[in-house]
């Protein structure tokens, strides 16, 4: 078969369209790749689909007459579909004029390279149009909005879905309709960015650590329950929660994507096999009793490198679990790890180079506070576990974590972790204001969350509901005995009544206690007469001998206003008891055992026990007397022992310079009467260890 050459192609296109350009090969080139061959002047655009052979002929077509335009009754046929582009049409991206009617011919931009058309590639699929994917899902992600409300309102009737429904749907269309080409790009690549960075950490950013709590006296929740038509299309959102508070939503800045936590200044952490041995040891042991930290999730972003973790959270935990490293442990060895000196480079670097930002409150925030509050270094007035501690409840009360409601929005693997965390927050100040005579950071009335449960992951939790049960009744002693409006308006009878209430509150407490966890009257007598078994000592270091210390200070705490009156003798046997148990119980307990409970507890258990065994020295029942000294001897060798894990003034001078002028006191003046009645010292040693609790008269 014959086919004209390319010139005699380019002649006869000439001389049928006088006054075009010839077409060369270098304009074809010059072509800008996401351009479309420009139709010649004269040509309609649609014409232009056509090779220019068959334009001339489509051109000498006359025009219908107008009438037949406007009623042209025929059935409008459908258009053609277009046919495929060549693949060097394909690749250079410009409109391909290639027939199946004439299949011999290759198309124009192939033609004036000598080349014919080639249909080798495969054809790509193509997707929806641009801005179809973002639509959907604002419309999904308001209907979400939608149905979260009527789920939090109780309000969901049929018409009021539907409604709402409608409006989204009207709104969705205008805002779609209104919007060019390039915001609809621009909205597609940030929603896909934001769609990517979300399914990669779906498991770890929760709900509600974006919001902010605020209760129903602020004017914030004002506004958002009598003017809701201020804040509907407004920023930031509110989230309501049935019972009159609102979570509302932090800046937009605060909420693109999950927060990469920064990691601050520069840290020189122990070997990485030494880390691992420390963060082995705070979730067995320390964490274990006040679980600040949810283990699973901690771990998984640990495995995948410091890089994944928060920084000061890190150190914070190197830092607690240092104190649990033995001299005999071989990575001590191995190191050469001076125990006090790793704690103080933690400690300085963690003053140093962690500066958080205190307006934007985060679970991790709260959690390295709390963390640091638990294993504060010194448990002395100038230690910063106060302000810690403080700062922690205000995050955690910020987010929302006391109240019950909120923790609908959580995703439910996020709900025990978070209980846990505000009920460790709830311990650690009930017993930090307990130490330093300071006002109660969480009042009881304005927290309504449950405790968390018992089982969670194969983890027990028991010894913190416990613990928790136990400090709501050391809060109470607070606030009615110690109070300093209690002490002024209240009087000895009136004290006596709400003592009798502590009183059977505590014993209800004790009697509630699961068997690994209880201590009775058998067992301290065995731990009295150092006759420990091996199942005893073990339920002693893990958990029931901590929580009957405690015990003991609370007992303490409630007889100490009444014992340092002096009108009632008949309590120096029962506090002298309640001290003798603290000293045996410290003395039967391993030292990792007394440190995992946080120092500034066992710190407090410690100092008032000190204080009741100073006031009975100076008592002139010889059995008391004598029976304090001893116990004195006890405590202070006691402290020796700890002396090496604690980086502080050692207790042990104080308490000798004391019990001196106790002494000579005793030798100059008429010595302090306590005991009336005399009291044997084999009696003393025999008696129970809490006796029968004898009401404080008037």
């Avoid at 335009?69 to 693949?87: F, G, M, S, T, V």
């Avoid at 329950?225 to 804040?231: E, G, H, S, T, V």
């Avoid at 700062?391 to 025990?416: N, Y």
């Avoid at 304090?628 to 980086?647: D, F, M, S, V």
């Amino acid at each position: 078969m014959y086919y004209p050459s390319q010139q005699q192609q380019q002649q006869q296109q000439q001389q049928q369209q006088p006054g075009s350009m010839p077409p060369s090969s270098s304009q074809s080139t010059a072509m800008p790749r996401h351009a479309s061959p420009a139709p010649a002047p004269g040509v309609p655009p649609v014409l232009a689909l056509y090779p220019k052979s068959a334009q001339s002929i489509v051109n000498t077509v006359p025009p219908p007459p107008p009438d037949t335009l406007q009623h042209d009754n025929r059935i409008p046929q459908k258009r053609p579909r277009k046919e495929r582009a060549c693949d060097r049409c394909r690749r250079k991206k410009i409109r391909c004029d290639y027939s199946q009617a004439h299949a011999e011919l290759p198309c124009s931009s192939c033609r004036s390279y000598g080349t014919v058309c080639t249909f080798n590639e495969a054809a790509r699929k193509r997707g929806p149009s641009k801005g179809y994917v973002e639509a959907l899902e604002n419309r999904l992600q308001r209907m979400e909005a939608i149905l979260a409300n009527l789920a939090s309102s109780g309000n969901a009737s049929a018409e009021t879905v539907q409604q709402l429904l409608e409006d989204e749907k009207a709104k969705t269309t205008t805002t779609t309709s209104s919007s060019s080409s390039a915001e609809e790009e621009q909205s597609i690549q940030h929603y896909q960015q934001q769609k990517s960075s979300s399914s990669t950490s779906k498991h770890d950013q929760p709900l509600i650590p974006d919001y902010s709590y605020f209760g129903s006296s602020s004017g914030i929740y004002f506004v958002a329950k009598y003017f809701p038509d201020l804040i509907q299309h407004e920023k930031p959102h509110f989230l309501p929660i049935t019972g009159g508070d609102i979570m509302i939503n932090r800046e937009d800045f605060d909420n693109e994507g999950p927060s990469v936590l920064p990691n601050y200044g520069q840290w020189a952490l122990p070997p990485k096999e030494v880390v691992d041995k420390l963060v082995e040891l705070f979730f067995s042991r320390m964490n274990k009793l006040l679980p600040v930290l949810d283990e699973e999730e901690f771990l998984a972003n640990y495995r995948k490198g410091y890089d994944a973790v928060f920084m000061p959270l890190l150190v914070a935990i190197c830092r607690g679990a240092s104190r649990l490293l033995t001299d005999d442990d071989p990575l001590v060895k191995k190191y050469g790890i001076d125990r006090r000196q790793l704690l103080v480079s933690l400690d300085r670097q963690y003053n140093h180079n962690c500066n958080i930002d205190m307006m934007t409150p985060k679970i991790e925030h709260a959690q390295v506070l709390l963390v640091m509050a638990y294993c504060a270094e010194k448990w002395a007035p100038e230690s910063e576990d106060w302000v810690s501690a403080s700062l922690a409840v205000k995050m955690a009360q910020d987010l929302g974590l006391h109240r019950s409601r909120t923790q609908q929005q959580l995703a439910p693997h996020l709900i025990e972790p978070y209980k846990r965390l505000w009920w460790s927050a709830y311990v650690m100040d009930r017993w930090i204001c307990a130490a330093l005579g300071r006002p109660l950071i969480i009042s009881d009335a304005d927290c309504d969350i449950e405790l968390p449960a018992v089982e969670h992951h194969g983890n027990n939790y028991e010894y913190l509901i416990q613990l928790t049960k136990l400090s709501g009744i050391l809060g109470d002693v607070l606030r009615v005995l110690y109070a300093p409006r209690a002490r002024l308006v209240g009087n000895l009878q009136g004290m006596s009544h709400i003592c009798n209430n502590l009183d059977r509150a505590l014993a209800d407490w004790q009697n509630g206690l699961p068997a690994d966890l209880k201590l009775s009257e058998k067992d301290i007598q065995m731990v009295v007469h150092e006759s420990l078994s091996d199942e005893l000592s073990k339920r002693l270091n893990n958990g029931a001998g901590q929580l009957r210390l405690v015990y003991n200070s609370v007992l303490l705490l409630m007889r100490l206003p009444f014992f340092c009156n002096g009108n009632h003798a008949h309590l120096a046997t029962e506090v002298l008891n309640a001290s003798r148990e603290v000293m045996y119980i410290v003395q039967a307990l391993d030292i990792p055992s007394l440190i995992v409970v946080s120092w500034t507890l066992m710190g407090h258990v410690f100092l008032q026990t000190l204080c009741i065994l100073l006031l009975c020295r100076r008592d002139s029942n010889p059995a008391i007397a004598s029976g304090a000294g001893h116990l004195l001897t006890i405590c202070k060798e006691q402290c020796r022992r700890l002396e090496p894990y604690i980086p502080e003034r050692s207790m042990v001078s104080f308490v000798e310079l004391l019990e001196k002028i106790i002494v000579e006191d005793k030798l100059n003046k008429t010595p302090l009467v306590i005991s009336e009645s005399p009291v044997k010292r084999e009696e003393l040693d025999d008696a129970p260890s809490i006796p029968q609790h004898e009401r404080p008269s008037e």
